[in-house]
């Protein structure tokens, strides 16, 4: 059987029968129909908005409440020394535009933060916005340097003919 459009059907259970209100008691759901006795809302037409004005001020004026939870962590890329040993050659500079370049860090990141996690035994010259205690041992050890530089935001990292490539 082919699938076309009217041989689509929903999932047995995905859509339930809706309650037939105000067919009279026997119905299960007689009576108010679920409106509840009086008042604007239990007349015909009063759900579509709110029409006396004193009501109708106060739930505009109501503040909205934030909702939710929002860290006060940075939005830092991470990336361990480990890493930049199987990556970088001995001697060579490890900044930001590099770590895009070897598509390890997004050009949108707010920085990168080093960790210390792995062992390095090459000597590099590290460019980043955060260096941890433990990552900067490992570099010095290693006859590196470490520079923290300010943030500032990335443009057009690859050539022209790559960036021409990837829209295609």
Do not use: W
């Not at 909205?64 to 020394?81: C, E, H, M, Q, T």
């Not at 040993?85 to 080093?114: H, M, N, P, T, Y």
């Amino acid at each position: 059987m082919a699938l076309t459009l009217h041989t689509l059907q929903s999932a047995d259970g995905a859509r339930s029968k809706s309650k037939r209100v105000g067919r009279g008691n026997a119905s299960g759901r007689g009576t108010y129909s679920g409106k509840g006795m009086k008042g604007q809302r239990a007349r015909a037409g009063g759900k579509s908005g709110l029409k006396r004005r004193a009501m109708k001020d106060q739930f505009l004026s109501k503040i909205p409440k934030l909702r939710g939870f929002r860290s006060l962590a940075s939005d830092f890329d991470i990336i361990n020394i480990g890493t930049l040993e199987q990556l970088f050659e001995k001697g060579a500079v490890v900044d930001r535009v590099a770590l895009i370049k070897k598509g390890i860090v997004k050009k949108s990141s707010k920085g990168v933060k080093c960790l210390g996690r792995g062992i390095l035994s090459k000597a590099l010259t590290v460019k980043l916005e955060k260096v941890s205690e433990s990552a900067r041992k490992a570099i010095e050890q290693a006859g590196g340097a470490i520079e923290l530089v300010v943030h500032e935001k990335v443009r057009n990292v690859l050539p022209k003919e790559e960036r021409q490539k990837k829209k295609v």
